[in-house]
């Protein structure tokens, strides 16, 4: 199961909802979940609802979260998260950080809905050791409360990526400037969580190429060939590509990657079985990760085994404070269908 972003936990204290045990043991037959991306610090909390693993409050919650999940034969990674610039004063209260002061194109969900954006403040050369312990923090407390292991969100324009990018990282420091001193931030955090918690429990999203959240990477074969040559001595558990349905960066990062690499398409459509049966056969991905199929269909992979029909969620419910469309979508039924019997007296 893909890492999807709820919003459901408490705006204030961080702390997952209540029901969040629920709905991520519903859809324990996933395999692998990864949770919605969870922020390291505050500062990297992108908009409302989004919970942390910060604070003592908000482990205890995750280990009910945990438990459940492994009660019901599941297993589940934490994806740790800075947004970075993807953020607003609205959501945690300060300036968004960034490698670079440079503002993000359009409009960002806040507590008072669509805001414009703001231009954030860059990072200094001590804060982003600061940063780089908040990750490897958040991994050790992300174990204590249970989870199997952490993905590291490196997706999607936030803090990670925001330092791989050329138009978001202007620094002429050693962390801006050269492809290696870009990749400087990302592998610091890697290199910080896998000491704190162990390479095998430790995995890293990329989605290179991406241009969600303002992102320009037209050099992204360098950079992710590069980074992906840095990564190889980590054996992490493994890497999670997010690529367009054509898989041209799978294509090209594929060789390079020889650990256990999970694909998941972004397009309008959800990523489909077919989809999915595709990049296993031809090898471009050794595991799948399904995201908004999972939202209408707990029990997704019993449907694909009984080629059941899938339910479609409603966009609306993705997102918010609002208790439907959380734990309510219900598992398959075949025998639930009324049928009509003209035999019937
Ligand atoms: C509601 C929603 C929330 C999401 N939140 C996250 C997130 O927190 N972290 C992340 O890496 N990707 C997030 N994504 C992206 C998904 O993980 C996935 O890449 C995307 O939905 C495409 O896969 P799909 O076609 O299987 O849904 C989110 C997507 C959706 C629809």
Not at 235 to 247: G, N, Q
Not at 277 to 283: A, P
Not at 304 to 315: K, N, T, W, Y
Request: with cysteine; proline share 6%; charged share 25%.
């Amino acid at each position: 199961m893909a890492p999807m972003t709820r919003g459901r936990a408490d705006d204030v204290t961080g702390v997952p909802h209540p029901r969040t045990a629920e709905y991520y043991a519903q859809r324990a037959s996933a395999g692998l979940i990864v949770s919605e991306g969870i922020w390291v610090d505050r500062t990297g909390k992108s908009g409302p609802g989004i919970p942390g693993l910060a604070t003592k409050r908000q482990a205890e919650a995750w280990c009910a979260v945990t438990e459940a999940v492994h009660r019901e034969g599941g297993r589940i990674f934490a994806q740790l998260w800075h947004a970075g610039r993807v953020s607003h004063p609205g959501v945690m209260g300060r300036t968004p950080v960034a490698p670079s002061a440079v503002r993000q194109a359009g409009r960002i969900f806040s507590a008072d809905g669509w805001t414009d954006t703001v231009e954030p403040r860059a990072l200094g050369e001590e804060e982003i050791g600061e940063v780089v312990q908040d990750f490897a923090a958040a991994a050790l407390r992300a174990v204590e409360a249970g989870f199997d292991g952490v993905e590291l969100h490196g997706a999607n324009g936030y803090l990670i990526q925001e330092f791989l990018a050329r138009n978001t990282n202007l620094r002429e420091d050693r962390y801006g400037g050269s492809v290696a001193a870009r990749l400087r931030f990302p592998l610091e955090v890697v290199a910080a969580v896998t000491e704190r918690i162990g390479a095998a429990r430790v995995a890293l999203r990329i989605s290179p190429g991406n241009p969600e959240n303002d992102i320009v990477e037209d050099d992204w074969k360098e950079v992710y060939s590069r980074l992906l040559e840095e990564l190889r001595r980590y054996e992490l558990a493994y890497l999670h590509v997010i690529d367009t349905p054509d898989a041209v960066p799978l294509s090209h990062l594929r060789p390079l990657w020889p650990g256990t690499l999970v694909a998941n398409l972004r397009s309008e459509e959800p990523t489909s079985r077919d989809e999915g049966e595709s990049l296993i056969e031809t090898g471009l991905a050794d595991v799948v990760a399904f995201g908004r199929l999972f939202i209408a269909n707990p029990d997704l992979p019993a449907r694909f085994a009984l080629g059941a029909p899938l339910a479609r969620a409603d966009h609306d419910v993705y997102y918010g404070a609002r208790l439907d469309g959380y734990t309510d979508f219900p598992a398959y039924e075949p025998d639930s269908a009324k049928f009509a019997c003209s035999a019937r007296s």
